[in-house]
């Protein structure tokens, strides 16, 4: 089978409609799992047993199953009982969610690698419980936790063409059903080489501010 | 020595020439450099075999480097280092010295053993396996006769009763005196001793350091040692040899070293450690 | 409801299928980040070179686009692969190359004097490697592998999408067919996590195995949040290979 740049070329259009998708899928995604994620770190260091223990349940349960069987069950099973929504918004949820049950235990190692005798130093100047927060522990655990966050951040991007499979028109989307209807493979190629194109220097960037921020 | 000490040179795997006070080490304008801090700085010395040789001198002078370049450990900026007159790391070729490849190191490499300081037994295998494992595979020895050789050795150190146990079940001074045991059942001509009691218990010191006189004292193995125990230096060396700065400031007999130093440096140190 | 002439038409081989490709793309994958792990520690710069090519492209590629491309794409070069297949080579090959990081990463971990001591007793390059590199470095490598098992066995829902019957496809036909939808997808995720579940109990049996084997006396383990802990340890120790979970 030969390779065909003039369906490359009828592709384009579409495939930066599909970047385009899978790009805001990424961005909205990125900030629901970012402050979810941070809703449930919290959460679990509630002294409340009530609060804590159904968090973890949840956030186990939900970073345990397939993200696809989640995606299946918010936009077939949700509607029952809840709203409906369109594929790219469940989509967007889907990512956020899975991926908040990740960074939740970022934030958890990135606040417990925080010395105790930093909390112990803050109780000692009376420092508010809210002070002690901002101003002595979360500085600290931001270093520890921006470099896996951006590790989740590309491991989500790597994971967003699940939700083509829900009919959302991201990257893979577009390719599916240009290939479709041409009867060609090219398309799916080229997702396939914009994904390590786009991730690579992505990882790079992590990396290079691993160095900068672990010292 | 008796027919049937463990430390015998004989048929075993590892065929060494007899000790007859030939030179066993050489090393020729030997220079290592960290960065652009110089640790050896042009070192001309040799080890005649069978004797006993003592490193001392101030820390960063140099001592462990020397031991640390003959294991191949690290390697030399410039100059030879040869051991029974061969090459440790280079090959002549065409009548010029390059660079060995690992069958060559490896083959002048086997009559060298080491003690490390921090011991550096092999968690993952129990003691009798510690010892075993390099005479089987690298010797060629059976398994029996392995063993056999390594309970031997047990016994001579003191821990005949320890050969099932891990590294980890062990004190520092038992540790050590296993990795001694393990170093012998290799035969070297020459055991390197790199600070062996620096990281043990003042308490446990004393039972490492009999072990090692015992075998300074009744075996023919050339010892080249790096020690703070200056007392266990004058004991056992046939001569000392005091760095400073990546040369030799002065060397002889420990009682000319210890009892009549020659550089005021020497006098220093000694006052300092003694 | 689901009729049982259904579950155990569709169901209950899709959970055995489920298990097969975890099986297969597992032992595909283990042997990839062995190979790769190992060839990125190599002597030789264009072996690191090309292990190194090998992890950065399949690290930043998407396990789904992958498989779709093998099972759609690959025909057209002339090499079709049975879905099954195809669902598990994308996912041996991707999974192999985080693996790979985490081969790489433990034995860098392994202490230098230990391979000292190891040259100090004149073994080759590779004995070292087998009689004690890799022996010390796999008790480091079991608790990062159980979460690699674990995203593994959440990929395989991928292979439904390529028409592989697993337990997701059999989920989906039923959806098609009825609407008794929220039955079946709930069943479906108690499933997986009970599989995850129980790998994670097979794992830290073998951890304990494992850092038995090193003279370590494993921790003591807690009921289920006890995986919070081994999650947690993991993120800091590898958080570029996290980054592919």
Redesign the interface.
């Known amino acids: 089978m030969s390779w065909d740049w003039q369906v490359v070329d009828d592709f384009m259009p579409r495939f930066w409609d599909g970047v385009f998708v899978t790009l805001q899928a990424l961005a909205i995604g990125t900030l629901i799992a970012f402050a979810l994620g941070l809703v449930w770190a919290l959460a679990q260091r509630s002294s409340q047993v009530w609060v804590r223990w159904p968090v973890v349940a949840v956030t186990e349960f939900i970073r345990n199953t397939p993200l696809l069987v989640q995606l299946f069950f918010l936009f077939y099973v949700v509607p029952n009982f809840g709203p409906s929504m369109s594929p790219l918004t469940t989509g967007i949820i889907g990512l956020g969610l899975h991926y908040s049950t990740y960074t939740a235990e970022v934030y958890r190692a990135g606040i417990d690698g925080v010395p105790v005798g930093q909390w112990e130093a803050a109780t000692a100047l009376s420092l508010s419980k809210g002070r002690t927060w901002r101003a002595v522990i979360l500085p600290q655990a931001i270093r520890r936790v921006v470099p896996p966050l951006g590790n989740y951040v590309v491991a989500m991007l790597k994971d967003s063409p699940m939700i083509a499979t829900i009919g959302a028109l991201d990257m893979l989307g577009e390719a599916q059903a240009f290939s479709n209807e041409t009867f060609t493979t090219e398309a799916l190629t080229v997702v396939g080489v914009a994904f390590i194109v786009i991730a690579y220097p992505a990882s790079l960037l992590i990396r290079a501010l691993e160095r900068r921020l672990v010292r | 020595m008796s027919a049937d000490t463990p430390l015998q040179n004989d048929h075993d795997g590892n065929e060494n020439p007899p000790v007859d006070g030939s030179e066993l080490i050489r090393f020729d304008k030997v220079t290592k450099r960290f960065g652009s801090n110089v640790v050896l700085d042009e070192l001309d010395f040799s080890v005649a075999s069978g004797k006993h040789v003592t490193l001392i001198g101030p820390s960063g002078s140099g001592k462990t480097t020397i031991l640390r370049l003959l ?3 690290l390697k030399a900026d410039e100059g030879t280092i040869k051991v029974n007159g061969d090459y440790l790391t280079h090959e002549e070729k065409n009548g010029k010295l390059v660079p060995a490849g ?1 069958k060559h190191v ?1 083959e002048v ?2 009559n ?3 003690v ?1 300081q ?1 011991f ?6 129990k003691v009798l396996r510690n010892i075993t ?2 005479p089987v ?2 010797l060629g020895l059976s398994k029996d006769e392995a063993d056999q050789r390594a309970r031997e050795l047990l016994d001579m150190v003191g821990l005949g009763d320890k050969a099932d146990a ?4 062990l004190s520092g001074g038992q540790q050590q005196r296993v990795a001694i045991a ?2 012998l059942a ?1 035969r070297p001509q020459v055991l390197l001793l790199d600070e062996v009691t620096s990281a043990l218990d003042p308490e446990l010191v004393a039972g490492v350091l009999d072990v090692l006189r015992d075998i300074a004292h009744t075996t023919d193995i050339t010892m080249l040692c790096v020690t703070h125990e200056m007392n266990f230096a004058r004991d056992i060396s046939d001569q000392v040899l005091m760095f400073d700065s990546g040369r030799v400031l002065e060397s002889g007999t420990p009682e000319k070293i210890f009892g009549d130093p020659e550089h005021d440096r020497t006098r220093e140190f000694l006052s300092a450690v003694l | 409801m689901m009729s049982s002439e259904f579950f155990t038409t569709w169901f209950l081989p899709g959970i055995w299928v489920t298990i097969q490709v975890t099986v297969y793309a597992a032992a595909l994958g283990a042997a990839i980040a062995f190979g790769i792990g190992l060839a990125r520690t190599s002597q030789l710069w264009i072996v690191r070179f090309l292990a190194g090519v090998y992890f950065e492209i399949f690290r930043g590629m998407s396990a789904l686009v992958l498989m779709f491309w093998m099972f759609f794409a690959l025909p057209f070069f002339g090499w079709q692969l049975v879905p099954m297949w195809a669902g598990v080579s994308a996912l041996g090959l991707t999974y192999g190359a985080y693996g790979s990081e985490i081969v790489r990463g433990s034995l860098a971990a392994v202490a230098p ?2 391979k ?2 190891g ?7 590779w ?1 070292r490697l087998r ?2 590199e890799l ?2 470095a796999w008790p480091e490598m079991v608790p990062p592998f159980n979460n690699l098992l674990i995203e593994l066995l959440k990929g395989t829902a991928l292979v439904s999408v390529i028409t592989v019957a697993d337990m997701t496809f059999a989920g989906n036909l039923l959806r098609l067919g009825t609407n008794e939808t929220t039955p079946v997808f709930t069943l479906l995720l108690v499933l997986y996590f009970v599989l995850a579940f129980l790998i994670t109990r097979g794992m830290r049996l073998v951890e304990r195995r494992a850092k038995a ?4 006396r494993p921790q003591k383990t807690g009921g289920i949040t006890s995986r919070l802990s081994s999650r947690g340890e993991s993120l800091q120790a590898g958080s570029q290979s996290a980054g592919g979970m």
């Open positions: 294991m191949t450990l690992e490896r490499r086997k060298i053993g080491m490390f921090q550096n037994l092999f968690p993952n295998m494992e390099a595979t690298v891990y590294p980890t079940q393990r170093a290799m | 004097a230990q000292e001591a040259i100090a007793l004149n073994f080759t390059r004995q009689l004690i022996p010390q084997g090193v003279g370590q």
